[in-house]
């Protein structure tokens, strides 16, 4: 067999597709409902997987994982979203199985022997600090700084919507070491920290938000928090592209948490569509329901194809900054769209909460978002693709 692209999964893969998604029916809806409103961290779920030694998929060997690759971790993404946790069990893990990148090639022996076994036995909680409230997307323009005082940095800034700031023990922090105007281009001199969030000089606070409530988001105050020089990640002044380097993976798990809520939501469409009965017949023999669905399941599954081959080039070592790009685009939108159509296939049922099609809904609209947005795709695809004059 030629070394090609196929589109078939191995038998492993479709193992792990399969165990995965029978960890995760374990949780039901009623439990996702009750976790998301009551803003409550879904410990046993997090357990459960970490239980399975799947937090450490993509962990090398070496540290206890199974170093496997992105396209095992997005199979895992979308079958945790598509049990029906969606991204309140898609978030509680996500950092886990891809976010410690960084640290698995820039980071010290020291480090990665501290870290990565606890990782993958899911004893170590670790959240991602790179937002800012007045630098946005524009991550060059963060300001939050760590000075170098002997053998440590002092750190003291803001950083904004911190996922899970508040249960974890670490966080990897993106900082200035050099001011953006001294530095000879604006993504040089941010420096990448793994450090313990020592809670006498860091303040979080939740923010209140639309949806996938039960994994915090939060703003987080940092005064005068000492880092030793070992919890530097790499060299001083290169954190940006220890951060881009993770880019494309993290928008594959991103597409496959989005393609796996919009497969929920689109089974429970189906399902109500053949059930529910107005004016003398199932409400899905209307074409006004059934194409929408029908148009749905044509584009979740040409997302798929898309992000198959995204995880398929990283995974062989081939650039993927276009396909990956794209997927995290059109599984996003497939995604939403699925929900919003599941939402009017159930009519007034589905905005209340019993069927969970608002949560999806309120679920999938993030990943429009976050991590980055829609608008930044489509940036990164007219100027680096196209060719078109970069407008950013
Ligand atoms: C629930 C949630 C969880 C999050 N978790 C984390 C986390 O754990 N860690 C973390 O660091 N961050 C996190 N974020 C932050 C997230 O990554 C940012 O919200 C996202 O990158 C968008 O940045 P912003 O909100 O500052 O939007 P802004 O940069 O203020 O942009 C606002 C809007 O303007 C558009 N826009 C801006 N500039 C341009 C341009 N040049 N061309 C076209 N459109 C443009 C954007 O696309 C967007 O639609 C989270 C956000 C949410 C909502």
New binding site residues.
Partial sequence: MSGGMSFELTEDQQLIRQSVAELAAKFDDHYWMTKDLAHEFPQEFYDAIAGGGWLGMTIPEEYGGHGLGITEATLLAEEVARSGGGMNAASAIHLSIFGMQPVVVFGSDEMKAETLPRIVSGDLHV?????EPT????TSRITTFAKRDGSDYVVNGR??????ALESEKILLLTRTTPREESAKPTDGLTLFLTDIDRDHVDIRPIT?MG?NAVS?NEVFIDDLRIPAEHRIGEEGKGFSYILHGLNPERMLIAAEALGIGRVALDRAVKYANERVVFDRPIGMNQGIQFPLADSLARLDAAELILRKATWLYDNGKSCGREANMAKYLCADAGFEAADRALQTHGGMGYSEEYNISRFFRESR?MK????????I??FLGSHVLGLPR??
């Fill in positions: 959240c991602f600090g790179v937002t630098a946005g997307l524009d950083k904004v919507w911190i996922s899970k938000k996938r988001s993030l978002i976050a991590p980055v947005s829609q608008e930044m489509l940036n407008s950013y």
